[in-house]
């Protein structure tokens, strides 16, 4: 997940590259918009619209920062897939948790 300048509002989009498993589709970033607390330890969330596939994902948590600095998202997840009709609709959303940490940004 990548995740461009917060604004004074909160706001924030960016990408995010799922390393899913479950798809036989070629999986491509897709854009996520999102909004946060401008405090310390913000509480956030987030929308993944998936660009290769009919499913959309929302993300809600906690920025925790430790003493030496090192933040850490934990986030709950529903992911709801596409259903072809109302019938269909009792498996199309997902529930989990992911946590995320910052991955050391790379010079080039």
Known sequence: MTIMAVNNNGEFAGTFHTAVLTTTKEIKASPLVGI???KTQPTFGFTVNWNFTDSTAVFTGQCFVDTDGKETLKTMWLLQSH????????NATTVGTDTFTRRAEVME
Do not use: R, T
């Open 83 to 90: 259903a072809n009709s109302i019938k269909d609709d009792w």
């Open 36 to 38: 946060q607390h401008i």
